[in-house]
């Protein structure tokens, strides 16, 4: 059974950055579409960031263009997602996933199309 882990987290200041790490172990991700999804508390999980497998194209929401950014490192089984010009809006608790079904084809910043989940990592944003 495949397992993602996600680390990276922390207490950053207003405007810094951190790089967050999944790592797969089970899977050769390179392979699989890998999405960030992040989940602020009291209010519903929402999608980040996903890269899709093999032409590793990339998709934000809105909220993050230009600010955060999502990559492979094959070689490290490993997906990045590097966070800059952070805001206390960005403060949550992010999880990486992984779709082994294909439902990114269609849908890659949606919570159904991916099957396996990290446990999380707290970012938090403040002064």
Known sequence: QGQLVESGGGLVQPGGSLRLSCAASGFTS???????????????????????????KTFYVDSVKGRFTIS????????????????????????????????????????????YWGQGTQVTVAS
């Open 30 to 56: 390179a392979y699989y579409a890998i999405g960030w999804f992040r989940q602020a508390p009291g209010k519903e999980r929402e999608a980040v960031s996903s890269i899709n497998a093999y032409d590793d």
């Open 72 to 115: 492979r490192d094959n070689a490290r089984n490993t997906v990045y997602l590097q966070m800059t010009m952070l805001k206390p809006e960005d403060t949550a608790v992010y999880y990486c996933a992984l779709d082994s079904r294909g439902g990114t084809m269609y849908y890659p910043l949606i919570m159904r199309s991916y099957d």
